[in-house]
């Protein structure tokens, strides 16, 4: 069976171009152009994934992402946004979306990171997930079948729920993917093509801060006044999860 993408993009033209390029990449494509026939549609007929555009009519994808996180819809969505701040990126995030691309984009890119999403929805073995096939063991890691932990941090892998000490922390997707890599890798230094890899299965460059965005975005969910930061910036390299 094909997957199903929900298309919601107001303008004609580049709402045709990429029904019409997804349906030749295989995909079931329905498209509509705001915020409100997108709504129905997903309560209709839920699709696999959703491709928002942020900017719409009436109701516009932001809005549209936050009421399906509300009603407890966790199917992934990947927002089309002409925004190019790191503050309207994360506003993105924050209403609950998953991934976002930058107009103008490249429809490679637009299909990569859609097979990245589709590939994470699939049902992950009892240990697996985002750091299976990674270097594993770094110092102090503790990792079973069910959970991983390491620096203050415990991850129950099964129900895709983590905690800071005491304080569960409200993930996203790909923040808890993100999150179970270093913590799975933690005190190893992991360069970007290595988490871009294994959390989204393509290298988007130098030039893309898709990495650093989720990354400061994690850091903000995680850090706690008078306690160590956790997620540390090695400049050149990548990221460490390490107390200290």
């Given at each position: 069976m094909p997957q199903t993408v929900l298309l919601a993009e107001d303008d004609r033209a580049i709402r045709h171009a990429l029904e019409r390029a997804l349906t030749l990449e295989g995909y079931e494509v329905t498209a509509v152009a705001d915020g409100v026939e997108a709504l129905a549609q997903a309560h209709k007929t839920p699709p696999d994934v959703l491709l928002l555009d942020v900017m719409m009519p009436g109701i516009d994808g932001l809005q549209v992402c936050r009421v399906l996180r509300a009603e407890g819809d966790r199917t992934p969505i990947l927002m089309l946004t002409a925004l190019v701040e790191t503050a309207?990126?994360?506003?993105?995030?924050?209403?609950?979306a998953d991934d976002y691309v930058v107009k103008p984009f490249d429809v490679e890119e637009v299909f990569a990171r859609l097979r990245a999403l589709l590939r994470r929805t699939s049902p992950v073995p009892a240990g697996g997930g985002a750091g299976s096939g990674a270097e594993t063991g770094g110092r102090d890691v503790q990792i079973s079948d069910r959970q991983v932990e390491a620096a203050g941090i415990r991850m129950d892998l099964q129900a895709r729920r983590a905690w800071r000490g005491k304080r569960e922390l409200e993930l996203t997707r790909t923040e808890f993917e993100l999150l179970e890599l270093l913590v799975r890798n933690a005190g190893i230094v992991l360069d970007h093509s290595t988490i871009y890899d294994r959390i989204w299965g393509y290298d988007f460059g130098p030039g893309s801060?898709?990495?650093?965005?989720?990354?400061?975005?994690?850091r903000r969910k995680l850090d706690e006044p008078g306690a160590?930061?956790?997620?540390?910036?090695?400049r050149g390299v990548g990221y460490v999860l390490r107390e200290d």
């Open positions: 309207d990126r994360i506003a993105g995030l924050d209403a609950g801060k898709n990495l650093a965005v989720y990354v400061g975005y994690l160590p930061q956790l997620i540390h910036t090695v």
